[in-house]
């Protein structure tokens, strides 16, 4: 078995040579052979197993070492080892009994579960932290903040141009909306900072239209593109509020076309000027110049909004198809490959038992139900993430044709049976005949099994699960009741929702990993087929969860 391990016989002139000397020998013998421990690091000599034996060392139990290796056909093995000295009569030590267990290809199935099961934890994350729009959501919040602040930069760095050009004290730009012509303040340039926190206050203080303006003919004149210098100190302006003391105005109108989309206001404080006809002129242009910056800054922000929009849309629909695809191949396909090795394994060693009556190592046939049981899991919850991104994005595929729910119900029972076969799980089946509802067989049966599964993986071993089947007038209830640890009425609403998992609800049965995705699938399989889900529970006391399908209006054809 050495030789066929090691693939000695691929190397002919192996064990030809005849040293005497017995460590001479064994250097040869074990030096073609390149030993790693189990992370893939070689091991330095004297640790290799059968050198550790040599020296005196038992290797069992615990002790087992695990090595990988590469044999002599250049293959790389994984062997779990272990193994005694061999003693002479003297009590010296004079040969090591080493055994060498291939655990390759168990050790290979254990990581592509593990991997598999570290894909699915990765994906079922990301679906927990992208929900439903989030993505969309978020760009979209991300462009308006980009707005604002991408708008104030951008006219603030106008107004710092106005000043310097006309080389005044403070210029302020307000845009028009142009429906309501509410005016918003989009930069103050020449404030200190205090002053400026304080404005900024103001403007956002109360609201002010230039259709509520109190000299309407000067708006017309801003609206025909004129720039205006006004005198503060005089009417109607002496009157109004003037917090700095200006004592001349100058706005000149932000125009695009016959639009007036904004103003541009400057003034040197209490510094009396007289703006000439030159710098009167250079204002509206600038002003115009800041409207046109402004528009087409306002503008670009509109269509990347709408077209991020469009896109985030799309990204969202492309990621959840994409999800589907990967979590098919990243998934399925490797789940598929270890279900078919278990089965595989498990044969062979169905056939060596019975056909060479070895002595096989006892934990095998436990580690491959061990191993089948695993994959059965995961297969489960890989198909409720998908279906899962299959209900968000309306794939959720469903047949609807005429059945029986008590054979529905039966089946399921006894599929539970089969992997529980320790449990008790009653039945109650109050209907006297066949139950004829409309529906996708398959799906109906799910819900039952996920119902079922819950009830056993919630509740200790020792308790009972009662399923029980009766008619309500024109629906079908179906119920599965259980002695666990039952739901606070809080906790009776959210359970439904995805990924929702109640704190304190330990698995008291398997190893069953949940991801909280059962009952929300179930709950859309049923109001798919127009009936109803609920649970009646009290904490302490067990829960009873149940459903309802209308009844079809046809009957089975005796
Ligand atoms: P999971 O895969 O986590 O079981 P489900 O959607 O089937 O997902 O259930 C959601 C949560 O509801 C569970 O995590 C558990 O906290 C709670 N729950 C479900 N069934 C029962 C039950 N029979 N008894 C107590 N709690 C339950």
């Known amino acids: 078995m050495a030789r066929e391990i090691l693939a000695v016989n691929s190397q002919p002139d192996y064990s030809t040579s005849m040293l005497d000397d017995r460590f001479s020998l064994l250097r040869e013998?074990?030096?073609p052979f390149k030993v790693l421990d189990d992370h893939g690091i070689p091991l330095p000599q004297e640790q290799w197993p059968v050198i550790r034996i040599l020296n005196g060392e038992m290797l069992k139990g615990?002790?087992?070492v695990d090595i990988r290796s590469y044999v002599l056909d250049g293959r790389e093995i994984e062997l779990s080892i272990t193994g005694s000295p061999v003693f002479g009569k003297g009590g010296d030590i004079v040969g090591a009994v080493t055994i060498m267990r291939d655990v390759t290809e168990r050790r290979g199935l254990e990581r592509?579960?593990?991997?598999?099961?570290?894909?699915?934890?990765?994906?079922a994350e990301?679906?927990?932290l992208v929900p439903d729009n989030a993505a969309e959501v978020h760009l979209q919040s991300l462009l308006k903040e980009k707005k604002t602040v991408a708008e104030s930069t951008v006219a603030r760095r106008l107004a710092e141009l106005t000043r310097d050009i006309l080389n005044c004290q403070r210029v302020g730009i307000t845009t028009i909306e142009s429906e309501t012509t509410v005016l918003r303040a989009m930069a103050i340039v020449g404030l200190s900072p205090e002053q400026e926190v304080q404005w900024w206050a103001e403007q956002q203080q109360h609201e002010s239209r230039l259709s509520d303006s109190r000299t309407p003919e000067l708006i017309s004149r801003l609206r025909a593109n004129e720039v205006l210098q006004l005198d503060m100190t005089q009417p109607p302006f002496s009157d109004q509020p003037n917090p700095y003391g200006i004592q001349t105005l100058l706005i000149a109108p932000m125009c695009i076309g016959d639009q007036l989309v904004g103003i541009l206001s400057l003034d040197n404080g209490s510094i009396r000027h007289e703006y000439t006809q030159e710098e009167m002129?250079?204002?509206?242009?600038?002003?115009?110049?800041a409207g046109l910056v402004i528009e087409r800054e306002r503008l670009l922000h509109e269509r990347e909004e709408s077209r991020a929009n469009e896109i985030a849309l799309r990204a969202a629909n492309r990621r959840m198809d994409e999800f589907l695809g990967i979590a098919c191949h990243e998934l399925k396909t490797p789940l598929a490959a270890i279900k078919g090795n278990v089965q595989l394994a498990e044969r062979r060693l169905q056939r060596l038992i019975s056909d060479r009556k070895t002595q096989i190592d006892r934990l095998l046939p436990d580690l491959l139900e061990n191993a089948n049981r695993q994959t059965d899991r995961l297969d489960r919850l890989v198909s409720d993430l998908l279906d899962v991104s299959r209900i968000q994005i309306g794939k959720l595929e469903m047949r609807s044709e005429l059945c029986d729910l008590?054979?529905?119900?039966?089946?399921?029972?006894q599929e539970q049976r089969m992997i529980n076969p320790t449990r008790s799980i009653l039945v109650e089946m109050l209907a006297e005949e066949a139950v004829p509802i409309e529906a996708d067989a398959d799906r109906i049966g799910q819900v039952v099994a996920n119902y079922l599964t819950n009830a056993l993986k919630y509740s200790s071993v020792d308790k009972p699960v009662t399923v029980s089947l009766e008619m309500e007038g024109p629906v079908a209830r179906v119920s599965v009741q259980d002695e666990g640890p039952g739901l606070p009425p809080a906790e009776q609403e959210r359970i439904w929702e995805r990924f929702h998992r109640v704190r304190g609800v330990e698995v008291q049965a398997g190893s069953g990993i949940g991801l909280g995705l059962g009952l929300y699938i179930s709950k859309t399989i049923i109001t798919w087929h127009g009936g109803r889900v609920g649970v009646a529970s009290t904490p302490g006391q067990g829960s009873t969860f149940w459903f309802t399908l209308p009844l079809a209006q046809q009957q089975f054809s005796s």
């Open 29 to 31: 013998r074990l030096f």
């Open 62 to 64: 615990s002790n087992a």
């Open 112 to 123: 592509r579960t593990h991997e598999a099961l570290k894909a699915l934890l990765a994906m």
């Open 126 to 128: 990301v679906l927990v």
């Open 281 to 289: 002129a250079l204002a509206g242009a600038v002003a115009k110049l």
């Open 406 to 413: 008590e054979t529905v119900v039966q089946e399921t029972i």
